[in-house]
């Protein structure tokens, strides 16, 4: 009664507090009440307010409950919010690797094209003047073939010959140019010469 009348202590007070906590006592609390204001018999003069000391009460032992919930679901929305912006990010760098792993390879495809073989050949009484990348310039003979692949003036300047061709070189140091006829090669760095080479001829 000294609780409900606000005259216990404060270690009173707190071992009434941690009782209510416990399981159960909650209901053992509000039936004890409700046989107290069935037959209250206060004194005469006593005008407190048991409905409000009542809802103090409940306050006081819910509170730190309501607190302590409050406290984790702040902390259960911080972590969820950590964890979406790790995941984003981790998302977002695979998107990244995935797209650089996809352009190197379409890169790969676009700067390796299929190396072909170019030839080309004169008829009787025809001729061909060929105008290279590098600006050698081959005339081709009657009766001649001459061929390369798509690459040459790149890595190397080679040909290969069958018949008659005159050529005037463009000079470069660093990429000799070489005609291969029936089995020999002649290499020229900047000059004009004549190759004459038809099976049974030289």
């Known amino acids: 009664m000294k609780f409900l009348e606000g005259n216990c202590s404060p270690k009173e007070e707190h071992e009434v507090l941690s009782w209510l906590k416990q399981p159960g006592s909650s209901e053992k609390f509000d039936l004890f009440l409700e046989k107290y204001f069935e037959n209250p018999q206060p004194k005469l003069d006593d005008k407190t307010d048991y409905q409000e000391l009542l809802k103090k009460i409940h306050s006081k032992v819910l509170k730190p409950e309501i607190k302590k919930t409050a406290k984790f679901r702040k902390l259960l929305v911080e972590s969820l919010r ?11 760098g695979y998107l990244l690797i995935e797209g650089f792993r996809y352009r190197d390879k379409n890169e790969l ?67 000799p140019f070489r005609v291969v006829s029936n089995g020999i090669t002649t290499t020229a760095l900047g000059t004009a010469f004549n190759v004459f080479a038809r099976e049974g001829q030289f």
């Open 82 to 92: 950590i964890a979406a912006s790790i995941t984003l990010i981790l998302f977002s």
């Open 109 to 175: 495809a676009v700067t390796k094209p299929e190396v072909q073989t170019i030839s080309r050949v004169t008829g009787v009484g025809e001729k061909l003047t060929l105008w290279m990348p590098d600006k050698t310039i081959i005339t081709v003979n009657s009766q001649s073939e001459i061929s390369f692949t798509s690459e040459y003036g790149k890595k190397d300047r080679l040909v290969t010959l069958k018949g008659e061709a005159f050529f005037e070189i463009s000079p470069d140091s660093l990429r």
